[in-house]
């Protein structure tokens, strides 16, 4: 079925650094890829989307590139920020039911920023 | 902006008690979805609803049920609370439900004592 998978928990960088959280997914259909991110007690943002292959989408410094090839739409950042230290969940647009599509999650990557 | 409003943002309720959490959009949306937050588990799905008095099941559904009165309010609803029911609900609203954005609630903090 269709499925999406973050393999790092918890990442921890210190500030100024290179980041990049995984996102695959596996699923049948045109692939639509999203990520949020949580910052602490606040509600999930949507921080960039893309359906579009081999196309960087970029959003606040984010940027991704969906990769159809290898089931990929990693997150990357050049220079983290103490600001950026947050939740970041990757999600997969799927068809569900008889009503459409619904978002499905991966667990999240929990990125940690060091002065 | 898009606004979604929950209600309660924190509760503590009983084991066998009966729980409703509220939620309000004022964004004209189409989309009402009720997800719940765990740790190691992510965002998923409860119930949803694409049209006032019309609820659909989600993929964890047991032991929740929820009411859709009109395009503005998404309430769920716990009759038998459960320890296991402790966790973050998030409600969330969209236009339509094919790659557009969910637009979230702050959240409501449940905990089943």
Redesign the interface.
């Known amino acids: 079925g269709d499925s999406v998978t973050q393999t790092e928990?918890l990442v921890t960088l210190t500030k100024g650094l290179p980041v990049m959280l995984n996102c695959t997914y596996q699923t049948t259909y045109s692939p639509?890829l999203f990520w949020?991110v949580q910052h602490l007690?606040?509600?999930?943002?949507?921080l960039l989307?893309s359906?579009t292959d081999n196309k960087r989408t970029e959003h606040q410094g984010f940027y991704a590139t969906l990769h159809k090839s290898s089931s990929s739409f990693h997150l990357q950042k050049s220079s983290v920020q103490l600001s950026d230290s947050a939740l970041y969940?990757c999600a997969l647009?799927a068809p569900y039911?008889s009503?459409?599509?619904?978002?499905i999650?991966?667990?999240?990557t929990l990125l940690s920023v060091k002065p | 902006e898009a606004a979604v409003t929950q209600s309660p943002r924190s509760k503590v309720a009983v084991t066998g008690g009966k729980v409703t959490l509220s939620c309000h959009q004022t964004n004209n949306h189409d989309y009402m979805y009720w997800y719940r937050q765990d740790t190691g588990h992510g965002l998923r799905l409860i119930h949803y609803s694409y049209v006032a008095d019309s609820t659909e099941k989600g993929d964890i559904p047991d032991g929740y049920k929820a009411s859709r009165p009109s395009q503005e309010n998404f309430s769920l609803i716990l009759e038998l609370a459960s320890l296991s029911q402790t966790a973050v609900y998030f409600c969330a609203s969209s236009p339509t439900n094919s790659g557009n954005t969910l637009y979230f609630g702050e959240g409501s903090r449940l905990i089943v004592v």
Do not use: R
């Open positions: 928990g639509f949020y007690n606040e509600a999930p943002k949507l989307k359906s969940f647009s039911g009503s459409g599509n619904k978002l999650f991966g667990i999240g």
